[in-house]
């Protein structure tokens, strides 16, 4: 057998540990193209990056056949850049935004997956809806009207904090909130919660993706 790269064996641990039903995003942002290849080449097809211009740079140099996810909070004026290929956008919180992933959607003639963020952390974060603006959106008539664009689901980041019984009720605000949603859309497939610090835990909580980027591909250095 060939000797695999640390990356390669990270990614086999962390996919041994997940039940089969959770899907695995790995998360690139900064890391450079040969890291990239490296969890590709042991079969990994879905990554996730945070920022467009460099999400767009990675898929024109990969493999065709990658499903890149669009992690970060997205600038409307961008999204154009990445309408043309970006399989599902996790951080949606505004009907303004949604309105131009629909217009970029019809321009590119398909349909773009997206989830809405809801803040669960305790920490003054600018993003996410809360529930009822979430349950407000969804019933409104303009976003009725967007046919280029479909909500599969809600996305979440909880506190940064090593209080596990404060991440477990956070993810537990969101999984029953998306639980209750998923009655009346049935359409909602996708409830992305957990990254390296708290993926096992959001499993057990009712994740069904999971977004890992520190625990695969080591430590981030920001310039
Ligand atoms: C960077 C990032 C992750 C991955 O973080 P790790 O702690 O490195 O796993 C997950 N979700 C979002 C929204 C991120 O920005």
Redesign the pocket.
Known sequence: MQLMSSIQNKLHEIKNSLPESITL?A?S?TKPIADLMEAYTTGQRVF?E?KIQEMTDKWEAMPKDIQWHM??HVQTNKVKYMAPYVSLI??VDSIKLLKEINKQAIKNNRTINCLLQIKIAEEDSKFGLDKDRAIELLNSDTFKAFKNVKVIGL?G?ATNTDNQKQIATEFDFIHTFYQDLTKVYPEFTTLSIG???D?PLAVERGSTMV???????G??IYK
């Open positions: 995003v998360v942002k996730g945070n992690i970060g996790h951080a996305m980041m990254m390296s610090g993926y977004r890992v980027g520190s625990k695969i591909f430590e981030r």
